[in-house]
T-cell receptor, first 116, second 115 residues
Framework: DGGITQSPKYLFRKEGQNVTLSCEQN?????MYWYRQDPGQGLRLIYY???????QKGDIAEGYSVSREKKESFPLTVTSAQKNPTAFYLC???????????????FGPGTRLTVL | GNSVTQMEGPVTLSEEAFLTINCTYT??????LFWYVQYPGEGLQLLLKATKADDKGSNKGFEATYRKETTSFHLEKGSVQVSDSAVYFCALKKAGGTSYGKLTFGQGTILTVHP
């Protein structure tokens, strides 16, 4: 089955530690995205990548880093510089990064990160 | 910049009641509009979409009409079920330019349907 997988589902981190969230897709999509979801605030874009070896900052990139070495993988690292990292993180992908009207984004199941 | 505003939740209804979740937007040009649904503990799923003024998106009994004159995209369903309990997000994507497929989301509306 084609889709997006995120792991782990739940993640606990001690303050001051870096942690990496996994996102893998087998949809052969060029574009991938990371969003952060907080209660009552909707989703906010952290980083996006239109193509392998290229990525751009979204609206709230501070304290996060990404890489895109393979088409199917887009890991997100939450660094110790992120002041309030406890949140639900969602990865998404789309056929390409254009603003095409029928360019639907497909979402993974998410990872809930809690900083202890 | 672009923005999306949804009605405050949570919304609590009895089964078979009529549902409306209001959504208004601010954007230049002619954005595409979407409703996404998030069931407990899961990611988002596209529920319906509309790409131009007066278009009506529909799916699973839900409908929304793109109203450019009122910059709105309200979600409606004639008879809700317990299984519709979820969080609903309105979103827009600006067509053209250098938006790189970025979606702008509203804050989400929690819907709870009781038997």
């Amino acid at each position: 089955d084609g889709g997006i997988t995120q792991s782990p589902k739940y993640l606990f981190r001690k303050e001051g530690q870096n942690v990496t969230l996994s996102c893998e897709q087998n949809l052969n999509h060029d574009a991938m995205y990371w969003y952060r979801q907080d209660p009552g605030q909707g989703l906010r874009l952290i980083y996006y990548s239109q193509i392998v070896n290229d990525f751009q900052k979204g609206d709230i990139a501070e304290g996060y880093s990404v890489s895109r070495e393979k088409k199917e993988s887009f890991p997100l690292t939450v660094t110790s510089a992120q002041k309030n990292p406890t949140a639900f993180y969602l990865c998404a992908s789309s056929i390409d990064g254009s603003s095409g009207l029928y360019n639907e984004q497909f979402f993974g199941p998410g990872t809930r990160l809690t900083v202890l | 910049g672009n923005s999306v505003t949804q009605m405050e939740g949570p919304v609590t209804l009895s089964e078979e009641a009529f549902l409306t979740i209001n959504c208004t937007y601010t954007a230049t040009g002619y954005p595409s509009l979407f409703w996404y649904v998030q069931y407990p503990g899961e990611g988002l799923q596209l529920l319906l979409k509309a790409t131009k003024a007066d278009d009506k998106g529909s799916n699973k009994g839900f409908e929304a009409t793109y109203r450019k004159e009122t910059t709105s995209f309200h979600l409606e369903k004639g008879s809700v079920q317990v299984s519709d309990s979820a969080v609903y997000f309105c979103a827009l994507k600006k067509a053209g330019g250098t938006s790189y497929g970025k979606l702008t989301f509203g804050q989400g509306t929690i819907l709870t349907v009781h038997p």
